[in-house]
C-alpha cells in the first residue's frame, strides 16, 4: 500500500491505497446532464498512462512520427501535452487539501479540470491534484505526478488474486437507475450501464481489429446484442468467416477453430487472461471482469419471493423496474478513443470506418 505525499512540503494528501487498473471508462463522457458515480473503489488508486488535460495540440500541429511514438495511429481532433502518470484516486480519499475557487474550469454542474489542478495542499499551498465531478463525467482526483510523491506504508502487501478467486467477484450490473444533475430521479429512470456502454465500446475496437475486415459472428444472446449489431453494420455482408467464443477462467477450453477469444481483464494488474494450447494464437478481445462474468453466467433480474410485508431491501414486483427504451449502443468515444490507439487502425479499411464515424455516421452504425 502506498500514502501519496506533497512534493513540496511532504504532507500526506491521501489515505493508504492499493493500486489497480485503471477502468476501461475512466475518459468516457456519458449522456448529457447525467450524474455519475465516483470512478474508484474506495483505498485504490490507478495510474493513468496517457497524458490528460491541457494545454492541447490539434493534430494538424503533431509530426505523425511523435503521435505513433505516443501510441496513437490515426488522426484525432486533438492531442494532450499534459504530463502523463496521473494517479487517480476516489474523492473520498484525499486527504490535507483545499479547492483552488478560481480553477472551475468550463464546467456547468460541478469541475471538469479543465483549468488545470484546482486543488492545493493545505500545508504550502503547492497545487497537486485535480478533482472531476462534473455532469457526463466520472468523478475522481488526478494526483499531480510532478507534485506528488507516493510512499509505501507499513504493513502486509497483498498479493493480486489469482483468477480463481476473482471469479467470485462482483459482477457490473447490465443496467441501473440514472439521475441527471440537481434532478432526484432513481427508480423512474433506468439506464443502459454506463460501464457496459464503455467496456463494449473499448472491446469492439479490438474485434474490428481482429476481424480483418471479414464478417464476425459472435456468441448467441447477451454477446450478440452488445456486438453483432454494430459489427454487422461495418463489415462486409456475407457468411462469417471468423468466430468470436467467451474463454476465460473455469471454462472448457475453446475450440481450436476460434479465431477471437472474449477474454476478462484483470481487475488489479489490468493483464488479459491468456489461454495456453491449441487457442493460443486467437485473437484476445478484452472485458472488464464484471462485465465479462455476467456474459459467461447472466444474473436475471427476478423479484425475490416474500411473504408477509415486503422488506425494503426486496426487489418489488408492483411494477417491476423501468427497463431502457432504446437498444444498446457502445460508447462512440471510447470505441474511438481505443481504436486510434491499435496499430491495426493504419490499415486502409480500417481507417475508413474510423474516418465514417469521426465525419458523423449514423448513431445505429455503432
Not at 490539434?58 to 484525432?76: Q, T
Not at 453483432?228 to 473455469?250: E, I, N, S, T, Y
Not at 431502457?324 to 471510447?334: E, H, I, K, V, Y
Request: hydrophobic share 40%; proline share 13%.
Amino acid at each position: 500500500m502506498f500514502v501519496f505525499v506533497c512534493a513540496g512540503c511532504g504532507a500526506e494528501l491521501t489515505v493508504p491505497l492499493s493500486e489497480v487498473a485503471l477502468p476501461v471508462h475512466a475518459r468516457q463522457v456519458y449522456g448529457n446532464g447525467a450524474q455519475l458515480p465516483v470512478l474508484m473503489r474506495s483505498g485504490t488508486f490507478a495510474v493513468d498512462p496517457d497524458p490528460w488535460g491541457g494545454p492541447w495540440r490539434k493534430w494538424d500541429e503533431i509530426d505523425p512520427g511523435e503521435a505513433e511514438a505516443r501510441g496513437i495511429y490515426a488522426p484525432v481532433r486533438s492531442l494532450s501535452d499534459g504530463t502523463p502518470g496521473a494517479s487517480v484516486i476516489a474523492p473520498g480519499d484525499i486527504r490535507g487539501t483545499r479547492l483552488i475557487p478560481e480553477k472551475r474550469g468550463g464546467a456547468c454542474c460541478g469541475l471538469d479540470g479543465a483549468d488545470g489542478p484546482n486543488m492545493a495542499c493545505e500545508a504550502c499551498d503547492l497545487p497537486v491534484a485535480t478533482r472531476v465531478d462534473d455532469c457526463s463525467l466520472w468523478q475522481a482526483v488526478r494526483l499531480d505526478p510532478d507534485a506528488v510523491h507516493r510512499v509505501p506504508v507499513d504493513g502486509a502487501h497483498a498479493a493480486p488474486l489469482s483468477w480463481a478467486e476473482l471469479m467470485e467477484e462482483e459482477r457490473t450490473p447490465l443496467f441501473e437507475p440514472m439521475a441527471r444533475w440537481g434532478q432526484m430521479e432513481s427508480n423512474d429512470r433506468w439506464s443502459w450501464s454506463p460501464q457496459w456502454e464503455a467496456a463494449a465500446g473499448h472491446a469492439l475496437a479490438h474485434l474490428l481489429a481482429a476481424s480483418q475486415g471479414q464478417p464476425v459472428r459472435v456468441p448467441d444472446g447477451l454477446t450478440a446484442d452488445m456486438f453483432q449489431r454494430p459489427l454487422d453494420a461495418m463489415l462486409p455482408a456475407g457468411p462469417p468467416k471468423r468466430h468470436a467464443v467467451l474463454a476465460g477462467p473455469a471454462l472448457p477450453t475453446p475450440d481450436a477453430g476460434a479465431d477471437i477469444l472474449l477474454v476478462p481483464i484483470h481487475p488489479r494488474t489490468g493483464r488479459t487472461w491468456t489461454p495456453a494450447g491449441p487457442t493460443a494464437p486467437a485473437h484476445l478481445v478484452p472485458l472488464p471482469l464484471g462485465v465479462w462474468l455476467w456474459l459467461v453466467s447472466p444474473q436475471p433480474y427476478l423479484p425475490v419471493p416474500a411473504s408477509g410485508r415486503i422488506p425494503q431491501d426486496v426487489l418489488r414486483d408492483d411494477p417491476l423496474p423501468l427497463l431502457p427504451n432504446s437498444l444498446f449502443q457502445p460508447d462512440r468515444g471510447t470505441f474511438q478513443h481505443t481504436l486510434v490507439r491499435l496499430p491495426a487502425v493504419r490499415s486502409p479499411w480500417l481507417r475508413t470506418i474510423l474516418e465514417n464515424l469521426t465525419q458523423g455516421a449514423p448513431a445505429d452504425t455503432l
